[in-house]
């Protein structure tokens, strides 16, 4: 999850918890961290999933989506952008960039709950990705 | 021009006319005059003729007494006209001398004289030199009247011949005068009938080309008055010579109140403002490869020096090898139209950076004003769900109420974000099936309260070309109004329907909800009016400001008609042909275009592509 509110980032993983999804969830802060922790000199697993928002300190989330999406070790894990923006460049631009869902997070707390619960329902445990990490 | 030709065509034969007639009338006044000589010559032979015989006569009376009384005074007197005789006879040969047969009358009348005068010598010598007997006397005699009266017989002859003569000449005088009378009447008649003619043409013409000329004064005065008007100047160059005709406002554009001596390119060049020569080349470049100039540029006025923008047009003209020999055409100061659109650009660069803060403003509303509201609600949201056990009644309501608001603004915040971009974003115009985007609608407010039970009739709906996705916000504001007004009703029911306007399509969503007062409709369109309570329906007071942007963008129009517990009609009108976009339309389309909007989840956008 790269989010660089708290607030959110407590509220999603709540989410989560509640449906048992959180088992393995890393935070970054922002776009840097999260550049870091892909392709960073710490050999770590590649993501089964990427919630990213949009609107980030130093790199913002485009950038971080243009990079998994540009980099063949990375290219296939599912991205879902959650973000408080709903202006059209952004979905757009999201889209050309190989975004697999674009969510605006909602205000209503039970609606967010339940998105956040939908989405990690849906590609974590429902959606069948090939395995592996794909020809480079 | 026709009246013209015909005119001069009437002068030269009424010339030829009267000069023919000059030359008849001098040819029958020459034979007349020939004629009147030839008659002259007729008596002068008669008289000679006649004098002639009359001395033969004489003479022989002479003899005659001689013979009797041997008197010689009367010889001697007879001798006397011996020259005078001589010189008629000569006379006589000359004036017959064109005429043979004359010629030979009065030969023979002359040799018969002249026999005569010798036997009359012969006698009187006769006489003379003895006495002569009574009958010799008596033959001499008879014999000197017979050779008189032989001598009367050929004058007679050369007499009347002449008078012959005489007769056909003074026919062919009278014959003469009758036709140079005819000649000059006929003629001056002919003549005056052919000056009338071409006075009369000429006339006709002077008329025309007075008309002509007042007409081309009076195309001249529009033309000058539609020049002064528009207070454009001409100008004409030679291109060979360098040299112009202009008309005043030219020189004056330039800064001169008359018009200058010279004007050429020449002229020209040191006006120009520096920086401006480049565009000046190109437009003579141009105009040599295209025929067509037309230049745009500064110039330094005279007088002032003042910097001036001129506008000038013009048209090349080549002869007939095909080389450019002249450049005509119009100029016009055109600087305060040029400082107007400078003006435009700035203010249309300025509205542009204000677009686009308002872009990032509305972004960063969207993004920073949403989050803190997310945090309070999920908060107060964990505050109930993990702490249940030690709130009291109070405690949990105070948290519905903050929970209640904090949605209520992310709800505000989402319809204003709407609302300023459905009034930004460009029109994506495309043929949209109205009767699809309502049926979407309806379908969606059923799906998210389907305890609900609404009666909702949709009729038959024209297509239009409209932007799909801002129709639809449209419709399911109408339509969602509908809904959330019928809620307290029983037998609630939505109709949506259209009539033909003519040159528009009417469409209206109907309900028999709680309606509203009348008094208030002037309220109902605006941003954040309510007619009604938050308590008694919800809503954020955009909804129908956003229908009332997206129809007048449309170049429709949109109003409403209820009573309270009446029920409402809303009617909005777009028009047929494709609509104008009113009000201020943007340049720099900050929200990209598309199908904006897109969080129905349920609702299908039919848009067409």
Redesign the interface.
Known sequence: MVED?P??V??AV?ALKKHNLANQLYVARDGAEALDFLFGPEARPVPKMVLLD??LPKIDGLEVLRRIKSDPGTRRVPVVVM???????D??ESYELGVNSYI???????Q?VRAVAELGMYWLVLNQLPSGPGPA | METGRRSLLGAVVAFGTLLGLGWLAYRNADDLIGTQRWIAHTHQVLDTVDATVSMMKDAEIAVRGHLVTGDEDLVRRRAVNRPALEEYLDRLRGLVRDNPEQQRNVDALDLAIRAKLAYSDDVIDHRRSRDIGAAELTDRLAEGLRRIDEIEGLAARVDHHERELLAVREAAALTSTTRTYATLGGGTILALALIASVLVLLTREVKQRREVEAQLRMSEHRLTHALDASQMGLWDLDLLTDESHRTLRHDQIFGYETLQPAWGRQVFHPHLYPDDREIEREAFDRALRTDEFSMECRIIRHGDRAIRWISTQGKLFRDERGEPVRLMGSVMDVTERKEAEQRLQERTQQLEAANEALGSFTYSVSHDLRAPLRAIDGYAHILVEDHADTLDAESRRVLGVIRTNARQMGRLIDDLLSFSRLGRSELDRATTDVAILAHGVCDELRRLEPERTVSVAVGALPTTVADGSMLRHVLANLIGNAWKFTRGRADATIEVGSTDAGHETLYFVKDNGAGFDMRYVGKLFRVFERLHRADEFEGTGVGLAIVQRVVQRHGGRVWAESAPGAGATFWFALPKEKGVEHGARQRGDLVGRGQSGGRGIGGASAQEA
């Open positions: 509110s607030a959110d407590e509220l709540r949009l609107k973000t408080s923006s709903r202006e059209e460049r979905i757009v605006v997070k909602p205000v209503d707390f039970d967010f």
